[in-house]
């Protein structure tokens, strides 16, 4: 996983995944976009789950599995019916998601199985914890208000897309992108686990790339795009 990230993350500065704007012919089969994070945000949340079958009571490993499935709850089965694009996406960028969350669901779950000593009581009252916790809520939050506010540029399905003004939009193009790198190292904090920093290194290598694209696409189609936006973090612009 962690020698594949830097290659994906390079292979993504070159090709745009075709999926949302970028959608175009040449990928093979395509499914309605809705069915399409159904299918690949699921498994992530439901492997998760698992691990409460699987691993003694203990609050502190809830109260982390709870933050997890905070995300991927959401993102399997709210997000996907909130959409109001008609657009599809290609069959084999659903597979190579599935996969990916299959497997990083997998890995962050059978860390807690494996170490479950490791999350005593005290663990709750660590700085780590603590601060981490504070991380990941501030990612969420972040992510979710600019995901409201993309959703709200749009009335039904076909309709174009817009600049999005405020919040965080007034200093990058990509602040759901932002926000949710900023949750997963909240994530990693928490937990200290090896999985979940492989888990951040593979959100960066996908995000970055995504928003760079998203970047130069406003500023190639609306020519009043704010010259002072950034891609997704002050320093690329």
Do not use: C
Not at 14 to 43: D, L, N
Not at 189 to 202: C, R
Not at 206 to 216: G, K, M
Request: a positive charge; aromatic letters at 18%.
């Amino acid at each position: 996983m962690m020698v594949i990230a830097p290659v994906v993350f390079v292979l993504l500065l070159f090709i745009t995944a075709p999926y949302g704007r970028y959608q175009r012919q040449g990928w093979g089969p395509v499914i309605a976009s809705r069915k399409a994070w159904i299918m690949i945000e699921t498994p992530a949340s439901l492997l998760m789950l698992a691990v409460f079958l699987i691993v003694p009571v203990n609050l502190t490993i809830y109260l982390l599995l709870g933050a997890w499935q905070i995300h991927y709850f959401h993102r399997a089965f709210i997000y996907p019916f909130r959409l109001k694009s008609d657009r599809m996406m290609p069959l084999v960028v659903v597979l190579i998601a599935i996969i990916f969350n299959t497997v990083n669901a997998f890995l962050n779950g059978y860390h807690f199985v494996l170490n479950q000593s490791w999350y005593s009581s005290d663990w709750l009252y660590s700085l780590n914890f603590i601060a981490g916790a504070i991380v990941f809520a501030t990612g969420f939050f972040i992510t979710k208000r600019s995901d409201a506010i993309l959703r709200n540029l749009r009335s039904g399905p076909g309709d174009g897309y817009q600049i999005p003004q405020g919040f965080l939009y007034r200093w990058v193009s990509s602040p759901n992108y932002l926000g949710e790198s900023i949750q997963w190292l909240g994530w990693a904090l928490m937990t200290l686990a090896p999985a979940a920093w492989v888990f951040l290194l593979w959100t960066l290598a996908n995000l970055v790339p995504r928003a760079l694209s998203h970047h130069r696409w406003y500023r190639e189609n609306f020519v009043d795009y704010p010259a002072s936006r950034k891609a997704i973090l002050p320093y690329l612009v």
